[in-house]
């Protein structure tokens, strides 16, 4: 299986056809306030692993490789996405052609605005406990925070 991530500004899946839709895609410096954004997900499954059910995180990390906390419900938590996850074709009878490519899925993961401090960042994609994709971006300093 392989993985491909990208940032976007604004993402979203059409269900009926698997595929994303995406604005303001493939950034890598921000800020220094960091707006709504989105993460794209692409995925290529070997027909091997079809209908077999994989385990998923999606985190984000600091450049010191701690995960970024956040509060909800008045406690603090890693920045975590996580499920499962299964490739269904739904044809069975597809071409000789269509069987020797890879399945390819998608996801689209919309972030609200983040205060992060100025730094690099790393959103890291597990599959079954294993590294399948990265992207890091930076967030800039406010260049007015050092004249107050």
């Keep these: ?10 993402a979203s ?22 707006p709504s954004t989105a993460i794209a997900g692409f995925l ?3 027909w ?6 994989h385990t998923f995180t999606l985190g984000l990390a600091g450049e010191d ?7 909800a419900a008045g406690r603090e938590r890693p920045l975590r996405f996580s ?4 490739v269904n074709p739904a044809d069975t009878e597809l071409d000789e052609l269509a069987r020797s490519l890879d399945i390819h899925s998608s996801f689209a993961i919309s972030v609200h605005s983040l205060s992060l401090a100025p730094g690099r960042y790393t959103w890291a994609l597990e599959v079954d406990g294993e590294d399948l994709a990265s992207v890091t ?3 800039r300093a ?7």
Excluded: H, Y
């Design 44 to 46: 290529r499954v070997p």
């Design 137 to 139: 971006f930076g967030v």
């Design 13 to 34: 899946t059409d269900r009926a056809t698997g595929k994303i839709s995406m604005l303001g895609a493939g950034w890598s410096l921000t800020g220094p306030e960091l």
């Design 83 to 86: 499920g499962q996850l299964a």
């Design 65 to 71: 490789g701690e995960p970024v906390m956040v509060s």
């Design 48 to 53: 091997n692993e079809a209908r077999t059910d």
């Design 1 to 10: 299986m392989q993985g491909f991530l990208v940032l976007c500004d604004s």
């Design 142 to 148: 406010d260049p007015d925070a050092d004249a107050e």
